[in-house]
C-alpha cells in the first residue's frame, strides 16, 4: 500500500490499472485525477509515505495527510481515503491565509474553550459530505430516547444497505447481526457508509430530514448518492440538479433503494 500510494501522488497521470472497478462507479478516473492533483497544489508534493497505527501518513511538504488503502490481489486499490491535512508548522494565522488564498469558496473556525481563534465566513452554510451523519447520529439518539428503539437493538445487514467506502461493513456477509451501538460506532469512528445507510433506514429518512436544512431534501442514502453520481445515471442527475424538493422525491424511485 505505501508504494501504491507513493505512486499515487507521485505519477502524472493516474492509470485505471491501479484502480478496482468499484473505486471507478462513482464517478471517472478524472475525478481520482482531480483530488490528487488539488491536494498536491494545495500542500507541495509527496516527500514521504509512512506506516502508523491507524492507516498511513501521507507528508506532503506543508501538511500532513492520514490515509486508509487497500489492494486487492493484484494490486489494485480497492479502498482509498484520506483524512483532513495537518499542516506542518507555521501559525493559526498563516494556515488562515492560505486556507482564504484557495480556489473557490473557503469558510474556517477556530474555537478554544468558546473564544474565537480565527474565522472567516463562518456562518456560510457548505456541503461537507459525511457531516450529515452527525444527524442520523442525532435521530438515531431521539428514537432512542423515545423508546422506539435501543442500542442493543440487532439488525441484520441487508442488500439495500451495502454502500461502497469508507467503512468495513460493505465487505461483510449478508444478514450479519450487528447492534445500532456497533451501526453508530463504525458511522462515526470511521465514517462507514453501509452502516450510515442502515441506520437510515431504521430511523426513517425523514427523521434525519428534520434535521437538516431544507436545500439537504429529500435525503439521500450513501449508496444513493454513489448511483446518482455514476456515469449510468447521467441523465437523471441532470434532472435531478435543476429539479426542486417534490420532483427530486419523485425522481428517488429511479435510484432504486
Not at 80 to 106: C, D, H, Y
Request: glycine share 8%; no cysteine.
Amino acid at each position: 500500500e505505501q508504494r501504491a500510494l507513493a505512486r499515487y501522488f507521485q505519477a502524472p497521470l493516474l492509470e485505471e490499472a491501479w484502480f478496482a472497478t468499484n473505486l471507478l462507479v462513482p464517478g471517472p478516473l478524472t475525478q481520482l485525477q482531480a483530488v490528487r492533483d488539488q491536494l498536491v497544489s494545495a500542500y507541495g508534493p509527496l516527500a514521504a509515505v509512512k506506516l502508523g497505527k491507524d492507516g498511513f501518513s501521507v507528508e506532503l511538504e506543508r501538511a500532513f495527510l492520514p490515509a486508509k488503502a487497500a489492494l486487492d490481489a493484484d494490486g489494485r486499490f480497492v479502498a482509498l481515503w484520506f483524512g483532513p491535512p495537518v499542516a506542518r508548522g507555521g501559525s493559526l494565522e498563516q494556515v488562515a491565509t492560505e486556507i482564504a488564498a484557495l480556489p473557490g469558496g473557503a469558510s474556517l473556525l477556530v474555537t478554544r474553550d468558546g473564544t474565537v481563534l480565527a474565522e472567516r465566513d463562518a456562518d456560510q452554510r457548505l456541503a461537507v459530505g459525511s457531516a450529515f451523519k452527525l444527524a442520523v447520529l442525532l435521530a438515531l439518539k431521539q428514537e432512542i430516547e423515545a423508546g422506539r428503539a435501543a442500542w442493543d437493538e440487532v439488525m441484520r445487514l441487508e442488500g439495500r444497505f451495502r454502500s461502497l467506502p469508507s467503512g468495513l461493513l460493505q465487505d461483510w456477509p449478508a444478514a450479519a447481526p450487528l447492534t445500532l451501538h456497533s451501526l453508530a460506532s463504525l458511522m462515526i469512528s470511521l465514517s462507514d457508509n453501509t452502516a450510515t445507510d442502515a441506520l437510515i433506514y431504521r430511523v426513517g429518512p425523514g427523521r434525519v430530514e428534520a434535521l437538516l436544512p431544507p436545500e439537504a431534501r429529500p435525503l439521500l442514502t450513501t449508496r444513493q448518492y454513489f448511483l446518482l453520481g455514476g456515469q449510468a445515471l447521467a441523465g437523471l442527475r441532470a434532472a435531478w440538479m435543476n429539479a426542486g424538493e417534490e420532483t427530486r422525491r419523485a425522481l428517488l424511485a429511479g435510484l432504486g433503494s
